[in-house]
C-alpha cells in the first residue's frame, strides 16, 4: 500500500534511510544516494535570497536535489535546458525568475527580472502543448506527491524495482511517473544520461520498469533494447499505436498506458487490464463526459490552482474544481477511453470535419510506423503534409489521396530538416510554415 505523503521531505523521510534512492553516473563512474543521506542532503541546502529560482532540469541529482530542497521555501520553476533560447526567455520572463540555477543552452543569456515581489512558494510546470505559446501551470509540492499517490494505488511498485528516469523532470509526466512514483514506494531511480546513451542506460542498469512517451516507447521496441529484466512499462503523453504495444507485448512485458494533463499534476487514469486503452480513473478523481464529448474530471487533491497571472485562461478550464481536459472520450463498463482532441478536428471549406488522428493514422499505415510526419491546414482551408526529410511521400500522398474527395485531401507536401517539436515528443502542429 502506497502512502501518501505532503512534501518531498516527508516522501524521502517515510522510507528506509540505508535503502538506495537514487543511481547515478559522474563521468564514468557510477554512484549512489540513499534515502537518508537525500534528506540530509536536502536539509542541508542553502536557501538563496531570491524569491523565484528557476532550476535547468538536465535529470541530473544536483538539479533534483535543488529542487527538492527548494520546494515550499522559494518559488520554482522547472525549466527544460533542451528548449529552445526564445523559448525558455518567454518563460523566464513570464515566471518573473530572479536566480537560475543550472546549465542552460549555451551562450544562452536569460532577461533581466521584471519583477522581485513574488512572495509564493509553489512549483510552475509549462505545459507542452502544440501552440506557440505555453503557459505556466501552478502546482505545488502536496499536489504532485498526490498525483503519485493517486497513480501508485492503481499501479503499485516495491522496494525492490528499479525504474530507468528517462524523461524530462521539466515535464510533469517525467517528474510524477518518473521520479514521485517510485520514490513513493522506495525504489530505486536510475537517473538516465540522455537520448544518445539510452540503450546503454538498460543494459547497465537493468531496470524493472520505465515511463515512457510513445516516440520512444517505438524507438526502443523496435530495436529491441529493452533489458530482460524489464517487466513494466508505463506510456503516457500522447497515442501510441497498436504495433508498438504489441512488439512490447511480445517480449513479455506488461504495459499500463496512462493519461493525465499538466493541469491534473500528470496522472487521472490508468489501464490495468489487457486492453492498454481502457483505462481505470485513479482513485481521488471523478470523470464525466460532457455533452460534446469532452472529458471532465472533478479532484480535490491534484488538480492545478490555475495558470500563473492567468485568470481567463484558468475560467475557461477550471471552474468550481472541474477541470475540461480539451480530450474526447467516452465512459463504457466503468472505463475511461480517450478518443481524441477537441483541436484534432479540422473544420474544412466545405464543414466537413476531419479528425486528425485518424486521418494520420491511416496515411501512416502508406508512410511506415517509423516516418515523422504531420498533417496541417493552411491558410486557405486546403490540407498539406510536413514531413521530415529524407522522405520522399509524393507516391504515397497519390495513393492515399485516391480514397479521398477532393477537398479532404493532401494538396500540398512540405518537406523539413526536423518537425518542430517539445520536450515530451509531441510535434508542435501550429510551428509548422505552411509557407504561404
Request: hydrophobic content about 40%; proline content about 5%.
Amino acid at each position: 500500500m502506497v502512502q501518501r505523503f505532503n512534501s518531498f521531505r516527508e516522501l524521502f523521510a517515510g522510507q528506509k534511510a540505508d535503502n538506495t534512492a537514487f543511481e547515478f553516473f559522474e563521468g564514468d563512474t557510477r554512484k549512489q544516494l540513499s534515502y537518508g543521506e537525500v534528506l540530509e542532503m536536502i536539509s542541508a541546502y542553502p536557501v538563496p535570497e531570491e524569491k523565484v529560482i528557476g532550476v535547468f532540469c538536465d535529470n541530473s541529482i544536483l538539479s533534483l536535489l535543488t529542487v527538492f530542497a527548494l520546494a515550499g521555501k522559494r518559488q520554482l520553476v522547472l525549466l527544460n535546458p533542451m528548449d529552445e533560447p526564445r523559448v525558455l526567455a518567454a518563460e523566464i520572463k513570464a515566471a518573473h525568475v530572479s536566480k537560475i540555477i543550472g546549465q542552460g543552452p549555451e551562450d544562452f543569456e536569460p532577461p533581466a527580472p521584471a519583477r522581485t515581489d513574488v512572495d509564493t512558494a509553489d512549483i510552475l510546470f509549462f505545459t507542452s502543448g502544440t501552440t506557440a505559446q505555453n503557459k505556466a501551470v501552478v502546482l505545488d509540492q502536496k499536489r504532485l506527491c498526490s498525483s503519485a499517490w493517486n497513480g501508485g494505488s492503481l499501479l503499485p511498485l516495491s522496494e525492490t524495482d528499479r525504474l530507468l528516469s528517462v524523461l524530462p523532470h521539466s515535464h510533469v509526466f517525467g517528474f510524477v511517473c518518473s521520479l514521485l512514483w517510485p520514490l513513493s514506494f522506495g525504489a530505486k531511480v536510475a537517473l538516465g544520461r540522455g537520448l544518445k546513451r539510452i540503450f546503454m542506460d538498460f543494459s547497465e542498469f537493468r531496470p524493472t520498469a520505465v515511463s515512457l512517451v510513445p516516440e520512444m516507447a517505438a524507438f526502443l521496441a523496435f530495436r529491441k533494447l529493452f533489458n530482460p529484466e524489464l517487466k513494466l512499462i508505463l506510456i503516457g503523453a500522447g497515442p501510441c499505436s497498436d504495433q508498438v504495444l504489441g512488439v512490447i507485448r511480445e517480449m513479455g512485458i506488461r504495459v499500463s498506458y496512462g493519461y493525465g494533463l499538466t493541469e491534473s499534476s500528470s496522472g487521472i487514469a490508468l489501464s490495468l487490464g489487457d486492453d492498454p486503452r481502457a483505462m481505470t480513473v485513479c482513485p481521488d478523481y471523478e470523470a464525466a463526459i460532457e455533452d460534446d464529448g469532452e472529458i471532465s474530471v472533478v479532484c480535490s487533491t491534484t488538480l492545478m490552482k490555475g495558470y500563473y497571472e492567468d485568470e481567463a485562461s484558468t475560467r475557461e478550464v477550471l471552474r468550481e474544481n472541474k477541470l475540461y481536459t480539451g480530450d474526447l472520450g467516452r465512459l463504457e463498463g466503468g472505463k475511461l477511453f480517450i478518443t481524441g482532441r477537441k483541436k484534432d478536428i479540422l473544420v474544412l471549406s466545405d464543414g466537413t470535419k476531419v479528425f486528425l488522428p485518424e486521418y494520420e493514422g491511416r496515411l501512416r499505415g502508406i508512410l511506415g510506423p517509423d516516418s515523422d510526419f504531420a498533417v496541417v491546414q493552411m491558410k486557405s482551408g486546403a490540407l498539406a503534409l510536413a514531413a521530415a526529410k529524407p522522405d520522399k511521400a509524393e507516391g504515397a500522398v497519390d495513393f492515399f489521396n485516391a480514397g479521398y474527395p477532393r477537398g479532404q485531401r493532401i494538396s500540398k507536401i512540405i518537406y523539413m530538416d526536423e518537425l518542430p517539436k517539445t520536450s515530451t515528443g509531441k510535434i508542435r502542429r501550429y510551428d509548422i510554415d505552411t509557407g504561404e
